[in-house]
């Protein structure tokens, strides 16, 4: 099984960035991040195919936030710029993630943003 670690979590004032990690076990593996406020579903919000070659996001980060991955490190990342109180949720990473959907073959613990106004 994948063995995914994320890692960069904080607090940040509104309109800050932070840039999260994660770290996977395997080579060319499909990651994806999602994050789940308290009270919410999880939902997807970026994922990069194993090259890098295709990205995707969802509509409520699209043009803030960007992915990335260094395959030399087996390490994806999520840089977030401009961020709002409504990005505060734990963030995880996924391995092979179903598209946008919610399944996916292992998950990382996950890592807490928080965003104050």
């Known amino acids: 099984q994948v063995q995914l670690v994320e890692s960069g979590g904080g607090l940040v004032q509104a309109g800050g960035s932070l840039r999260l990690s994660c770290a996977v076990s395997?080579?060319?593996?499909?990651v994806g991040w999602f994050r789940q406020a308290p009270g919410k579903e999880r939902e997807f919000v970026a994922r990069?195919?194993?090259?890098?070659?295709?990205?995707d996001f969802a509509d409520s980060v699209k043009g803030r936030f960007a992915i990335s991955r260094d395959n030399t490190n087996n390490t994806v990342y999520l840089q977030m710029n401009n961020l709002k109180p409504e990005d505060t949720a734990v963030y995880f990473c996924?391995?092979?993630?179903?598209?946008?959907?919610?399944?996916?073959?292992?998950w990382g613990q996950g890592t807490q943003v928080t965003v104050s106004s």
């Open positions: 990069i195919n194993w090259s890098g070659s295709f990205t």
């Open positions: 996924a391995a092979n993630p179903s598209g946008r959907g919610p399944s996916a073959d292992s």
């Open positions: 395997r080579r060319n593996i499909a």
